[in-house]
């Protein structure tokens, strides 16, 4: 696995690897809760193909971004857990 | 000022059959545009990092479709269409009408997931969804997981885990010996099938595989650490860090419903040619009915070719056999992975059913019908459609598939209408 891009999640720069989806590379970094449920509850990728909605995220200040969809780029901002 | 363009034919969804489609029509001299939401052609089945790392009949249609002259669009997706005639395409954000004579629908297939206690903790994906993950990046080595579900898929996604260095602790189908032994008995007969079964097994050897078992409750504290499972009828629970779950596959309709194609048994309905209900408009591979990717390729060929006025060879003895095979197979797939009476039953009150809203078992009668559903409990009104709880409502209760409204994928509502207006 190369890490050739660096994310910001949460405000905490984090290497990943230039090819994965943004989905893959949250996992990898140890993010569980993509969002929460309006109980608080984390939520993280069901379907890994762009229909459940459940990896969504706040990117570049865009909300509900379906993050198994997206490839990361470098410098990308990434807020979690809303 | 938006730009309005035209297209011959317009192929959606760059799986096997939208490949094999665009390519048949514009080896005919149509001008195709390919439209697909993933970031590679492929579809699920063949979705890539590397397209040197696909099997050899995934890299030879891609360089078909190229040779051809498709214009394949990826990471977009038609979102509206005020006829069949008149598509509403988000390219990457951007909104624009598109004119074509033709739409070919190959949009594919979702996994159906049946609630049970825990399947919304992180960690529990779908096992198709774990394959995806896997191949957008995901590590998995030294990991611990569990697949339970249904169907070929469990075989081969369990093989890709263990390739990437996974350590599978169970494979478990909930089919039954008997229906399981009847559907090995017709892919014996059929050699590729029963190659590619052998290899997928052999790459996860050392997984134990067992009938008649099934997830029944999901453990964790913000994530998932355990399962319990039945396995032919004891309960046991294993330690994992992935659980891939999933009962089988369901067709994508939602666009066939937006263009008011007929959808029969929960599949759009199409005759001989793959022609749609609906004038100028096909439909090809799982959206039609699941039945793998072989087949979904042969019914690519066929509507490509009758798009783009074929109608001879699109008839072909050698076709329409190969799709009568492939249909025969996929109502097969469908009897021997039916969800079985027992994981129907393992939802309790407080399981969520509709994921998006947030809503448990307890809140919903099904006696209802969806609308009702819709309007007194918010299942299905969530982001994602009902795309999630749809399936799993028809399996529980018997309800028909949800009603499909414009904008399909969640574009921004500013970007939508503006592409609604350049139609003015």
């Known amino acids: 696995m190369s890490l050739g891009v660096t994310l910001i999640v949460d405000g905490v720069p984090r290497r990943a690897d230039a090819n994965a989806t943004l989905a893959a590379s949250l996992l990898a970094a140890g993010i569980t809760a993509f969002r929460r449920d309006l109980g608080g509850h984390p939520r993280a990728p069901l379907c890994g193909m762009g229909t459940c909605f459940e990896c969504r995220v706040t990117v570049d200040g865009v909300a509900d971004v379906r993050a198994c969809l997206e490839p990361v780029r470098d410098g990308m901002r990434i807020e979690t857990g809303k | 000022m938006r730009r309005v363009r035209h297209?011959?034919?317009?192929?959606?969804?760059?799986?096997?059959?939208?490949?094999?489609?665009?390519?048949?029509?514009?080896?005919?001299?149509?001008?195709?545009?390919?439209?697909?939401?993933?970031?590679?052609?492929?579809?699920?089945?063949?979705?890539?990092?590397?397209?040197q790392a696909l099997p050899s009949a995934a890299r030879r249609l891609m360089a078909r479709a190229r040779n051809a002259g498709v214009k394949l669009v990826s990471g977009c997706r038609l979102v509206d269409a005020g006829s069949p005639n008149e598509l509403v395409i988000d390219f990457r954000g951007r909104i624009d009408r598109h004119q074509t004579d033709a739409v070919i629908i190959a949009t594919g297939a979702r996994e159906r997931f049946i609630p049970f206690p825990g399947w919304t903790l992180p960690g529990v994906t779908g096992i198709g969804g774990l394959q995806a993950l896997l191949k957008g990046g995901l590590p998995v080595a030294d990991t611990r997981i569990v697949l339970a579900g249904s169907g070929p898929l469990l075989l081969s996604v369990a093989a890709a885990v263990a390739q990437a260095g996974g350590r599978v602790q169970l494979v478990g189908e909930q089919?039954?010996?008997?229906?399981?032994?009847?559907?090995?008995?017709?892919?014996?007969?059929?050699?590729?099938?029963?190659?590619?079964?052998?290899?997928?097994?052999?790459?996860?050897?050392?997984?134990?595989?067992?009938?008649?078992?099934?997830?029944?409750?999901?453990?964790?504290?913000?994530?998932?650490?355990?399962?319990?499972?039945?396995?032919?009828?004891?309960?046991?629970?294993?330690?994992?860090?992935?659980?891939g779950i999933g009962s089988g596959l369901v067709p994508n309709t939602d666009l066939g419903q937006l263009l008011q194609c007929q959808v029969e048994h929960g599949a759009i309905a199409v005759d001989a040619l793959q022609a749609t209900s609906v004038a100028g408009v096909w439909a090809v591979g799982e959206c039609t009915g699941v039945k793998g990717d072989e087949a979904a390729t042969i019914e690519g060929e066929i509507a490509g070719r009758a798009a783009a006025g074929d109608a001879a060879g699109a008839g072909s003895t050698a076709l329409q056999a190969a799709r009568d095979s492939g249909r025969r197979f996929g109502r097969l797939l469908e009897e021997t992975f039916a969800p079985r009476p027992e994981v129907l039953a393992l939802a309790t009150p407080d399981t969520i059913l509709c994921r998006c809203e947030d809503v448990p078992m307890r809140s919903v009668d099904p006696g209802w019908t969806p609308r009702q559903a819709k309007l007194w409990a918010r299942v299905g009104m969530g982001v994602c459609q009902g795309a999630v709880c749809g399936p799993s409502c028809t399996a529980l209760f018997g309800w028909s598939a949800n009603t499909v409204r414009p904008p399909l994928g969640n574009p921004s509502c500013g970007e939508w209408k503006s592409g609604l207006d350049s139609a003015d």
Not at chain 2, 27 to 41: F, H, I, K, N
Not at chain 2, 203 to 232: I, K, N
């Open chain 2, 7 to 51: 297209a011959d034919v317009v192929v959606i969804g760059a799986g096997p059959a939208g490949l094999a489609a665009a390519s048949a029509a514009a080896e005919r001299g149509r001008s195709v545009l390919l439209v697909d939401q993933g970031l590679r052609p492929g579809g699920q089945i063949w979705r890539h990092r590397d397209e």
């Open chain 2, 175 to 243: 089919a039954g010996a008997a229906a399981l032994r009847r559907f090995a008995i017709r892919v014996l007969r059929d050699p590729a099938k029963l190659r590619q079964a052998i290899s997928y097994r052999w790459a996860c050897r050392s997984a134990p595989f067992r009938t008649d078992t099934w997830a029944v409750r999901a453990h964790g504290d913000g994530r998932l650490q355990s399962v319990e499972v039945s396995e032919r009828g004891h309960l046991r629970s294993i330690r994992c860090d992935w659980l």
